[in-house]
Each structure stands twice: as C-alpha cells, then as structure tokens.
C-alpha cells in the first residue's frame, strides 16, 4: 500500500524548501562566506537572559493563559503605542510560537477551501505554503516592475481579475526578501482599496524595527478593522530561538482567531513569555545598536555591488539585499549562485526561489559580521572579475 497516497491531498501541492537545500549546500563548502539565512548574529541581550533565569528559578514552569501571559500582553501593547501609535489592548493581542505561528493560524482562520489570496512577489515563501494546506489559492503578483511593492493600481486589478474568491492580501514590510518598504501614504492608498470589501490584510512587520531611512509606516492606521498585525521579538531582539510572536487584531477577531491557536499550541512557554516580556517591558531600544550595526553592514555591501555593476534598489529596513546580476555575467540565478558558492565560496540565494519578479536576482542576507562580509566582497569581487576574464578568453 502507498500510504502517502492517504495523506491531506494538499500537503502534496507544497514544495520543500528550496532556500533552505541551498542553505545546507553552501553550509558544507568549508571557508564559505554565507549570506544566505535570516538569523541575527547578535545575542539576545543580557537583561533578557537573565529575565528567563529569574523564571526558571521562580518555577514558571506550569501552562500559560492560552493568549499569552498578562504581563507580557500589556508590554506587548504599550510597546506598540509608544513606538508605532500603533493601538491594541491586551485582549487584542496572541502571544504565538513565533511570527511564524501568527501567520498560520490568520490563515487557516480566515480561509475557506478555493478563497484566494493575493500575495506580492517576491515574497517570503511560508505564506504560499500555509495558504496551500489552508485549501486556498496563492495569487502571485509580480511586483518587480514597481520598485517591488504592491500599487494600489495591481492590487485594484488583481482584485477585479480573481474576483469574489480573494480573501485576504499579504503585505510584508519591510520585506524579506527585498528590504523594500512602504511609505505610509502608500499604504494608506492601498487601503482605499481594500476598505469596505469583504478582504483581510495580513500584515507581516517582523521587521518593523528595522528601518533605515524613515519611521515604520503602518497599514494599522488607517485599516486597523480588517488587518491582522504579525509582528514578535525575533528579529528586534536577536530572539529566533526563543519562539515568540505576536498577532494583533481587534477583539471580534482575536476572539475566534484564539481557537486555532488554543487548539494547535495550547500556550507558548512561559518562561519565554516572561523573557519577551522583559525585552518588550525593559529594551524597547535594545535593537538600536543592531541597526546601526546592521546599515553599515549594508552601505559595505551595496558599494560592491554597484561597483560590480549589480543594480540594486536601495533596500531600507530589515536584513536584506536584492540585487540584479550584472548584465555581463550568468542569467539564471540559481546556477549562478551555485557556482559563486562552489568556486567563489560565496552563498546568496538564487532570486527566483522567492516567486516571481525574483529571475536574475540573488538575495543577501547581512545578518553576519563585518568581518565575514568584508571578506564575502572581496570573494564577490574575485569571482566576478574571474568570471570576466574567462569569457574575455572565450
Ligand atoms: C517576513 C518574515 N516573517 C516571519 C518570519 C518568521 O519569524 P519567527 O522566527 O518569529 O517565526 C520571518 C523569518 O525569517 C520572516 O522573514
């Protein structure tokens, strides 16, 4: 018998990882410069650690209320109003197993077999993922004819062309791949669109923290009734491992909205909460060193490839950059990128493995030190000119 045959039919139409077979690649080609994921090298700060000892030894060791601790609810919504204005009570908000659990249950809660959802790309690849097991259906725009962002021009014909099916639309910003990111005017203008209709916006700001040229800009403002904020500790405060996140709504939902979460995590660990209710309570700058770390990083890495003649737009926020491969050099990314791994021992993830939009293109992650990125340049810098050289030969 071939049991798998038995098993959710759409479990079938979801791709394994492509970025992470990559990641494991390139992770055993020694002396190798990586760039490929997006985990911070910074340590969580101090004081939070020693929050967690505090609860260990405090015997926090029981069942958490299901939506997250008091405490670190309430941190969690002052945090938000005083650093965003952005406006959730407690009650408004899930303590989740990480941003990633947020998005699960918002879209196993919102979906219907069939619904669609509208997904920028290049994008994060989990969303299509959830939304397949969800029944649903990803619709990919490409967003690489405008700057990487979602117009209200495409989302308003996207919405005309799929139809009374579209439930939901996904916004990541500052966004993973790209580091591109909205303005508010251009989120409220998206937000024009969607008023009144019967769509959801997800909105992934894991990255909030992370802005480089200008405040964080939110679709919460201006449609707080029909968003559903992702958002967490693990990219602000160097915390992936500690696996807490956020989902923010108004009440009407969160209150239906918790049954997914109650019913696949129970509660996230309490002596996490208690840590992530420290870092929210006591280090709301805790990741402003990271930042200013993170833009050098980025200036480093962009000077390179401008001289390299790779075409960049400037990415402000989060940990990442996309950039074009010079004209003059291999096309298709994925081969590209695994040779520079394999003969110039520089890993960068094939563009195209983030959707369409992302062909010719190679992401960089710079969560990694000066030290290791200096180092990748002047690799970078090696391979091309070799690469140049030979087909000069040819
Ligand atoms: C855009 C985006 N959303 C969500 C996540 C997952 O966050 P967490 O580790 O809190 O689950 C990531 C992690 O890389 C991400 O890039």
Redesign the pocket.
Known sequence: MEITKYLNKQLVNVQPSNILAFANFAADIPNIVNFTL?EPDFDTPKHVQQAAIRSIQANHSHYAPSNGTQELRQNASDFLAAKYGQHYAPEEIIVT???????YTAIVSVLNPGDKVIIPTPT?P?YIADVTVAGGQPILVDTSATDFKLTPELLADTIAHEGPAVKMVVL?YP??PTGITYSQAELDALADILRDKPIFALC?E??SELNYDQPHASLTKTLREQTIL?T????SHAM?GW???LLCAPKVLTDELSKIHQFTITSTATVMQDAAAEALGNGQDDALPMKTEYQKRRDVILETLNELGFQTAKPSG?FYIYTKIAPDLEQDDEKFAYDLAKTGLVAAVPGSYFGPGGAHYLRLSYATSMAEITRGMTQLRQYVVDQRNESERI
């Open positions: 997006g197993e990480g941003a990633t659990e947020a998005i994060f989990l990541n966004s993973n992934d894991i990255y992702i967490g500790v693990s990219k992936t696996r807490i996140g989060a």
